[in-house]
């Protein structure tokens, strides 16, 4: 017989309660910990993602002011300071209560170009150890938006091979291939090649595949109110007209500023007396000046096509004058003709050649003849040839002449003269009258109609033009500038 004692139950279960309550207890006293410490990590991490927020704001801050201060003073680079970064400056709130600080890296262009960098770091005053960076790179677009610019009307005929956007302000009559965009300032115009109704700002005589060649009369299909067809077997890319201007009386100023800068800084050559200048870049970082004392004779019977300013173009006899070193500045200017060859290696130059005060019965010319040359092509070797009359190849060129640079006729042409074909028992111009290829490397602007080669044949029978990207933003020292104001290319946080 078993006899159970209640007092020894009633002790036990009292045991048992207590140690729940303590197992219940701590459970919720970690609850409640945990509870608190997470409310406290939010709240810390609110905080910290506030004051992050804030110095993102600051560091926002400094690009805009730098941008507006480039605005006013498109050339500092030192924040009107005069002295090495980086500014710093105070941010107050709309109180007038001090928010932060922004302090400004501002990385300035290298010499042509127009790129600079800024990186603005943000500190807040309530927290100065969290701070963060942001880094953009602006620039100002320069005249090389496109391969082919022209104040005129162009023809760009069969062998024309353009690689980069096309735009002129007369109309463009394209029969060869284009692979980038091209336009024109005009919505149809007079067609000078041919008569006829206006046809397209941007239109083609290649005829339709699978037929091939061209029709050199007027083209219905190419003129109101036929619809603008896409014609990919020209236009890769496609047209479009009509779009804005370019200006090309801006030039004018640009090059007086670059014979100012010439004279005082770079190379500057007044007239020479005879019939110009040849200079010869060389890989060494120096120039070879020789005084032109004639220029080759035409054949006979090659005569002018009742072209203004015809002649051979071609150095005959010359006189060295002088070896220097290329400029600090790069720029070089010649008050009289020039001519152009040689090959450069991590150079930037610009060589810009008029007379002042302009008058078009005193304007000097560029030629290029023989090989002009880059050693890198990756923007590194830069070349602008400015002419305040045309930009020429004369009759005397290399057959496959290689040429980069940057051309500018301001207010003649780029291109070749027309040199006769032989005929009735006459040589005429031969043999330069038939050139192999010509392959640009660069851009050309030019005022007037532009061209290497003549419907009869005659010229170089290849053209090839790729449009060099690098010189947008990247352009030759004092190259001319189509806007005022700073674009945004690229966008970072560091």
């Known amino acids: 017989m078993r006899i159970f004692n209640n007092s020894n139950s009633r002790r036990f279960k009292g045991g048992q309660i207590i140690i729940q309550v303590i ?56 924040d009107g300071t005069g002295q090495p970064g980086p500014y710093i400056h105070d941010v107050n ?96 115009y007079d067609d000078p090649d041919h008569t006829g109704n206006n046809e397209f700002g941007v239109h083609t005589h290649v005829n339709i595949p699978p037929q091939t060649g061209i029709n050199d009369t007027f083209r219905p299909l190419e003129a109101v109110p036929s619809p603008i067809m896409p014609r990919p077997d020209v236009f890769v890319a496609g047209r479009q007209f ?17 014979k100012s800068q010439a004279q005082t800084g770079g190379i500057y050559y007044g007239s020479s007396g005879y019939q110009g ?52 500045n790069g720029l070089i200017f010649i008050e009289d003709h020039v001519w152009v060859e040689g090959k450069i290696d991590g150079q930037r130059v610009t060589i810009a ?7 078009p019965s005193t304007r000097t010319s560029i030629t290029v003849n023989n090989d002009l040359e880059y050693t890198d092509h990756g923007g590194t070797d830069v070349i602008a040839l400015i002419a305040q009359d045309n930009i020429n190849i004369g009759l005397v060129s290399d057959d496959d002449l290689r040429i980069d640079a940057a051309l500018v006729a301001q207010n003649g042409r780029v291109g070749r003269y027309y040199y006769r074909a032989p005929s009735s028992g006459l040589q005429r111009c031969s043999p330069y009258h038939i050139r192999n290829s010509v392959v640009l490397y660069g ?25 060099d990207a690098n010189l947008l933003y990247g352009p030759p020292p004092s190259f001319p500038l189509t806007s005022e104001h700073y674009e945004i290319l690229s966008w970072e946080e560091l």
Not at 244 to 250: N, Q
Not at 353 to 359: E, M, Q
Request: proline share 6%; aromatic share 10%.
């Open 277 to 328: 200048y040849l200079l010869i870049l060389r890989t060494n970082d120096t120039v070879d000046v020789y005084r032109v004392s004639s220029v080759t004779s035409p054949p006979y019977g090659c005569t002018s096509a009742s072209q203004p300013g015809w002649g051979t173009w071609s150095v005959g006899t010359t006189q060295f004058i002088a070896n220097h070193p290329m400029p600090a």
């Open 93 to 188: 709130d709309k109180d007038g209560n001090l928010s932060g600080q922004f302090s400004l890296n501002v990385i300035p262009p290298y010499i042509g170009s127009t790129l600079v960098r800024l990186e603005s770091t943000g500190i807040p005053a309530n927290s100065p150890n969290t701070t963060r960076t942001i880094a953009v790179e602006m620039a100002v677009p320069s005249l090389a938006k496109f391969a082919v610019v022209a104040n005129s009307v162009m023809r760009l005929g069969q062998g024309t091979e353009v690689f980069g956007p096309i735009h002129s302000n007369g109309g463009i009559r394209f029969d060869g291939l284009a692979h980038n965009l091209v336009t024109s300032a005009q919505t149809v």
């Open 443 to 467: 851009m050309i602007a030019t005022y007037n109609r532009y061209g290497f080669a003549y419907t009869d044949g005659t010229g170089y029978q290849l053209r090839e033009i790729n449009y």
């Open 23 to 78: 197992i219940f207890s701590s459970i919720a006293v970690l609850l409640i910990g945990s509870l608190i410490s997470s409310a406290a990590i939010n709240i810390n991490s609110a905080r910290h993602a506030q004051v992050r927020e804030q110095a993102f704001q600051l560091a926002e801050a400094g690009i805009e002011y730098y941008r507006w201060h480039l605005a006013h003073a498109p050339t500092d680079y030192q």
């Open 353 to 359: 050649s008029g007379r002042f005060p302009d008058s």
């Open 242 to 258: 009509p779009t804005p201007v370019t200006d090309f009386t801006s030039i004018t100023s640009d090059l007086a500023i670059i």
